[in-house]
């Protein structure tokens, strides 16, 4: 299996610009979920999807984040505009069903300048 | 609101030394618990789980945890640590149906 799979690992941006993550999930898994890694904060649940819809959006942290899952292997997080102190390691992760263990991306780890 | 407690933030430990590192969620009822480790550059990867049935808990690598629920409990431990067990280490508690809550995470350093 080629596990959770996101791109692109590394991003480098200047404060101001679009950001979009990317994320594809285990195949045949019906529940993703994008986490922040940040040293101040830890691991953060950004926003669950279930099945393609979202379920719990309640902690994006402001208007500027969004995210979509337009079909059951795809999934995006966009920052627009981005801010410095978005920098941060996001995780995408799914898992078989909403109360299963979760597996976990290799992250992509984001630098607004 | 569900939290996590790791205590250890940095363990240093010698090839050989046996290991245990502490996580305490707040609440009790019926809990579904995690252990994640996180190697260097790397993301994260379940070593075990707990859901219901035997407190003691096996997982991957040697490592083993044991659900203490009088004490809200959930600790990780390896008889014998070895330096590819260098990791950042994470306990998770999952609230309601799918909300995993994580810990800060332990640093563990082993000396080969």
């Known amino acids: 299996d080629a596990g959770v799979i996101q791109s692109p690992r590394h991003e480098v941006t200047e404060m101001g610009q679009e950001v979009t993550l990317r994320c594809k999930p285990i195949s045949g898994h019906n529940s993703l979920f994008w986490y922040r890694q940040t040293m101040m904060r830890g691991l953060e649940l950004l926003i669950y999807?279930?099945?393609?819809?979202?379920?719990?959006d309640s902690g994006m942290p402001e208007d500027r984040f969004s995210a979509k899952m337009p079909n059951a292997s795809f999934s995006t997080l966009k920052i627009q505009p981005s801010e410095p102190r978005d920098s941060a390691v996001y995780f995408c992760?799914?898992?078989?069903?909403?109360?299963?263990?979760?597996?976990f991306g290799p992250g992509t780890r984001l630098t607004v300048l | 609101a569900q939290s996590v407690s790791q205590h250890n933030h940095h363990v240093i430990l010698s090839e050989a030394a046996s290991l245990e590192l502490g996580c305490n969620y707040s609440y009790g009822g019926t809990v579904n618990l995690f252990w994640y480790v996180q190697y260097p550059g790397q993301h994260l990867q379940l070593l075990l789980k707990y859901f219901s049935g035997d407190p003691l808990v096996k997982g991957i690598k040697g490592f083993e945890a044991e659900f203490i629920k009088s004490k809200f409990s959930f600790n990780l431990r390896k008889p014998s640590v070895q330096w590819s067990d260098t990791a950042e280490y994470f306990c998770a508690v999952m609230e309601g149906t799918y909300k995993y809550i994580f810990g800060t995470g332990t640093r563990l350093k082993v000396l080969a």
């Open positions: 992760a799914s898992s078989l069903t909403p109360s299963n263990p979760q597996f």
């Open positions: 999807f279930n099945n393609n819809v979202p379920i719990d």
